[in-house]
């Protein structure tokens, strides 16, 4: 059992989406942003809606109904984390940023 771990996780959340990836090898970087993605979901539907993780996983497999509240803001969230992790892989991977630099003309004689 660790120390604290409420520290662990806010540094697993801080590495969801970090300006620089961890490594140079980009499946790995997205696959561990994809890996992480479900705990930054579950931190927040558990701070909203003040559950505790054996709650949340009994409302989320459909052992105990939600409500039509929850149920909305538990979409909002997944699609709000998919979404900010899609844009992240789209503009880091797919279509990077061209840097410009200005170009040097040779002068003629």
Known sequence: ???????????KLKEIFPSLPGTNN???DIMRRMATLPVYIRTQTCETFGWDEARYYRKVSGLVP???EE????LEFSSKAFKKYHNYIFE??????????????????
Not at 92 to 109: H, Q
Request: net charge positive; charged share 45%.
């Open 92 to 109: 880091r991977y797919i279509l990077p940023k061209r840097r410009t630099r200005k170009k040097n003309y040779r002068k003629f004689d």
């Open 66 to 68: 939600m409500t039509a």
């Open 71 to 74: 149920e909305k803001k538990f």
């Open 26 to 28: 980009p499946s790995e």
């Open 1 to 11: 059992m660790d120390k604290f771990p409420e520290y662990d996780l806010m540094i």
